[in-house]
């Protein structure tokens, strides 16, 4: 039997599950809280999220009692650091995917807005990722890399430096009939001299990885939200799911041709897989799970449990 340890990288916790060919074998858990500060800024510790997925992973190993075969990882998207590609070590917390301090890049860039949508389907917010990596080089630190966190935990597991086609389209770097890095676009943020990491397809293997008892691959890289679209079963064109967790995000199979929305979504490689590229559109709500949160930390209720009741309340 082939067990896969799939490990999903979120806002606010990681999971583990090892499945095996027909079944689940073990879940685990490991929560996370993201520093809402001042100014629109959201933060994460990187230690904390790296901790995480090992203690996930291992907790889930662990219940399993069986060897794997393989790792999966899903990541959180948008959020980004800067770290050292020779130690791994970050150098800057994690700007987290609703983090808002990236609005003056964006303003700043205004007439590039056109060619930003155009070529990558997506539209000029610090949303994405590429705003975010240009503040942490206007604002913190000129050292090391930036990008988006899957490359740092993938060159934490594996000593490699990839990401995968997904997660790549949500930077607002890359071309969406391309689904790779765009000069073009690199040089508007003014990051056409960073290092960047090689683009693999979803089902490419990235390297090996000790982490979790005897070297087996990872491989199964893909942005959170494409993942749950392909994990639903939304495989043709027109399958939409919407699922609920930090934030709300609606994604609807577009079918294998790059196409442009022109109601307002946004645009994204959904997966690479056997050599053919799927897209999707896709809507966001960034506070769902994180409002519940919210109103937990100001005492109106005590648990996600009570919201029926205080909504029932006149």
């Given at each position: 039997m082939t067990t896969i340890l799939a490990i999903d990288q979120g806002t606010s916790g990681t999971k583990a599950v090892v499945v095996g060919e027909d079944a689940i074998l073990a879940l685990a858990e490991v929560a996370l809280r993201p520093q809402y500060l001042a100014d629109g800024a959201v933060e994460q510790d990187p230690q904390d999220l790296w901790d995480s997925v090992l203690e996930a992973g291992r907790q889930a190993?662990?219940?399993a009692q069986v060897p794997i075969d393989a790792v999966a990882l899903a990541n959180q998207g948008e959020s980004v650091l800067a770290w050292d590609l020779g130690t791994g070590a970050a150098?800057?917390?994690?700007?987290?995917?609703?983090?808002r301090r990236a609005e003056e890049v964006c303003a700043g860039l205004r007439e590039h807005a056109d060619l930003v949508s155009e070529r990558t389907g997506l539209v000029l917010d610090p949303y994405f990722a590429a705003p975010k990596q240009a503040w942490i080089r206007r604002n913190r630190t000129r050292t090391g890399v930036v990008?988006?966190?899957?490359?740092?935990?993938?060159?934490?597991?594996t000593g490699e430096f990839v990401t995968d086609a997904a997660t790549a389209s949500r930077s607002l770097l890359t071309s969406l009939d391309t689904a790779d890095w765009d000069a073009d676009l690199l040089a508007v943020f003014g990051l056409d001299a960073e290092p960047l990491p090689r683009v693999l397809a979803c089902d490419e293997v990235a390297?090996?990885?000790?982490?979790?008892?005897?070297?087996?691959?990872?491989?199964?890289?893909?942005?959170?939200?494409?993942a749950a679209l392909l994990?639903?079963?939304?495989?043709?064109?027109?399958?939409?799911?919407?699922?609920?967790?930090?934030?709300?995000?609606?994604l609807a199979n577009v079918g294998t041709t790059a196409r442009r929305p022109t109601t307002g979504l946004a645009?994204?490689?959904?997966?690479?897989?056997?050599?053919?590229?799927t897209y999707c559109f896709d809507g966001q709500v960034y506070t769902a799970a994180s409002a519940v949160r919210w109103l937990e930390s100001?005492?109106?209720?005590?648990s996600p449990a009570d919201l029926d009741d205080v909504a029932a309340e006149d």
């Open positions: 190993c662990a219940r150098l800057t917390p994690i700007l987290g995917w609703q983090d990008t988006m966190t899957d490359s740092w935990l993938l060159h934490r597991l390297g090996t990885t000790t982490a979790f008892g005897a070297e087996v691959p990872v491989a199964g890289l893909i942005v959170d939200q494409q994990a639903q079963g939304c495989i043709r064109p027109g399958d939409a799911k919407c699922t609920f967790g930090t934030g709300a995000f609606l645009a994204s490689v959904a997966w690479r897989l056997a050599g053919t590229t100001l005492g109106f209720i005590g």
